[in-house]
């Protein structure tokens, strides 16, 4: 026995139409996006490991102070 | 014509990318998997559930898709700040480091001097606070203007009460931005490569160790043209100040994650090194736009975005330490956010209208693409769970996504961590701050509509004077190109 279902404004076919199927899909893959955009904001982010990145050798002081070491 | 058409551009691309979604799941039928909803029975009441959920290969390939999307303007960024940290063309990157280290190399110009500014426009309520930090420094500045603009109230008493000078401006229409060039026109004559000049709102504490931190940076690096602070918001104003917390909060996490990259050198407090606001102030007109001689543009609505691009555009180094922190004044009514947003909004706009696409402003084109696209994005959502409530007489639960929604939760909460318990329990509810990002993107739009009806911007109670933008904007095409 089939019943048939009335929504609050719409028939319940609506949830069935080709509009509403795609706009469906839509926002599905835009919340998928977006959670994986979150997932990636929740990780901490990897930074490279000191000893891969280039000494902190300079070829000259940066320093205002010209003979400064740094 | 483009001028006023520049927020329609923004929506333009994102309806693009939008279309293309659509045209996707159209021509390859990647629509829901919807197996029938089951029962079951949990504390006596039936419970309808459903596993719909998209199908994988298509959320597989539109997250690569994102993330493609979103590592090029990254990388574009990147790109743009190698290029002028490594450049060495004194004539269209005049601010780049190596070229500022060439012209001061060898030579000792005196310790670095701080001298800070406060535009103050009727702050009686607030200047008090503002000063006390100052006094509270660590290290103290070695100069403190308060530059009174158009003041009717106690301001300049309350400044001159502590011993401070006061510097009244002359018949300044231009408000914050003309106030700050009319000083800075007199003092930075006399500035040599050492000294600098921090701009702090005269509503905005700084934390105890701003000042030794910049100066340290500064003194470190003799190629750096300016320090940006980081913003958290006050404490208290309910509801409303504790999404504004949030959203500082998340700003500021942001930049950590950036490594203290520069995206904004918030006007609640920046520093620069005279040098960069000289050259600055004389390349207006020619390679950036605004007026020959103006370090500020008097045009620009937003005029601390509108200033980062500008030395962004010169080449300069920037940062945004972590200790440089600033505790600034919130919107204590959603009608106060709504003026004050709406203002930002235009004014990132109108800035990089001005500009136009280029390597240092594509990351800021990206973002409005962006904002644009999350209107798009969250509005088609609450459209859709409208039509699915009015279309059905029953309730059925989604587990898919359902832990979609955690997820989106752990991150809203994570993100405010360390703004404490009240803004996770807030983040936590996850539909309050879905009603301020809705109020935010109302804004957005908003800002659209009025740059196109080139509808008079208003800042704080009153109007912008018409004749400043005007001779300011065609300033910006004469030199830009940019069609009006």
Known sequence: MTELHTGILLPESFLNSQFFVVLAALVALNTSIYAAL????????????????PGKYRRETRSIYPDSSD | MFSRAVGFAVIAIAVAGFAVLWWTITSTNSTLTTPPAAIVVFAGLPIMYSWQAPPLFAVIASVIIAFIVVAIFVGLEIRDIN??????????????????????????????????????????????????????????????????DNCTDA????????????????????????????????????????????????DTRLKPQFIETAVRHFTDDRGLSAIGGLFFGEPGRGLLGQLQRNEYTRYARDIRRRRGRVFVLTGTASVFRAPALKVLASQRGSLIP?????????????????????????????????????????????????????????????????????SATVRYWSQQVGIAYSVFALWTFFLLIFLQVVSTDTWIWYPFW???????????????????????????????????????????????????????????????????????????????????
């Open chain 2, 402 to 484: 359902l832990s979609v929604g955690a997820i989106f939760i752990i991150e809203r909460v994570t993100s405010v961590w360390r703004g404490g318990w009240a803004a996770r329990l807030l983040a936590a509810t996850l539909v309050i701050e879905l009603v301020y990002d809705t109020f935010l993107d109302i804004v957005f739009l908003k800002g659209v509509i009025d740059i196109a009806l080139k509808r008079n911007a208003r800042w704080g109670n009153e109007a912008r004077p018409a004749g400043a933008k005007h001779v300011a904007q065609k300033s910006h095409h004469l030199d830009q190109g940019v069609e009006s």
């Open chain 1, 38 to 53: 979150a997932i990636a904001k929740i990780l901490p982010k990897i930074f490279r490991p000191s000893i891969f990145r």
């Open chain 2, 290 to 358: 605004g007026i020959r001689g103006d370090v500020y543009d008097t045009a620009a609505l937003t005029e601390d975005n509108e200033i980062t691009i500008a030395l962004k555009s010169l080449g300069a180094l920037m940062t945004s330490p972590s200790q440089c922190q600033v505790e600034t004044e919130l919107m204590p009514t959603w009608r106060d956010l709504w003026r004050q947003r709406l203002r930002w909004q235009r004014g990132a706009l109108e800035n990089i209208n001005a500009y136009g696409l280029t």
């Open chain 2, 155 to 202: 301001t300049v008493s309350i400044a001159r009460a502590r011993g401070l000078e006061v510097r009244e401006t002359i018949d300044n229409r231009l408000k914050k931005a003309g106030a700050l060039n009319q000083a800075l026109s007199s003092l930075l004559h006399q500035a040599g490569p050492n000294d600098t000049f921090m701009i702090v709102d005269a």
């Open chain 2, 83 to 148: 290029t002028s940290r490594r450049s060495l063309k004194g004539d269209s990157k005049p601010l780049a480091p190596r070229v500022i280290m060439d012209a001061t190399r060898g030579v000792f110009y005196g310790p670095v001097t701080v001298t800070v500014l406060v535009p103050a426009h009727n702050e009686e309520d607030v200047l008090g606070a503002t000063l006390d930090a100052l006094h509270e420094q660590t290290r103290q500045p070695d100069r403190v203007i308060v530059i009174a």
